[in-house]
């Protein structure tokens, strides 16, 4: 009798990290399938990539892109709207 309920216990303890780690590979890949998409709307804004200070260099069979201008546009953009987002939450749980 005692050994079934270890054994019980084991089993209880197992499941409960399955399911941990299954939550967790949904939340990872929410957040995969949310970056992909927004890549590939941001590869759609024709001018990101072609600002003044973007430096690409050309050969032929060959093109570097480093967008320096580009990605300092959107990590201010990314800041703010993560700051709008935290305070919101702040907000929501304070209440």
């Not at 580009?70 to 907000?91: A, F, K, P, W, Y």
């Amino acid at each position: 009798m005692d050994n079934r309920s270890s054994q019980r216990c084991y089993d209880e303890t197992a499941m409960s990290g399955f399911e941990t780690i299954g939550k967790l590979l949904m939340v990872v890949g929410t957040a995969i399938v949310l970056l992909g998409g927004l890549l590939w709307l941001l590869s759609r804004i024709p001018f990101l990539g072609h600002l003044p200070g973007d430096i690409r260099i050309e050969r032929p069979g060959f093109t570097c892109l480093i967008p320096l201008v580009s990605s300092i546009i959107l990590s201010i953009l990314l800041t703010i709207l993560l700051n709008i987002v935290i305070q919101i939450v702040r907000l929501l749980i304070h209440r």
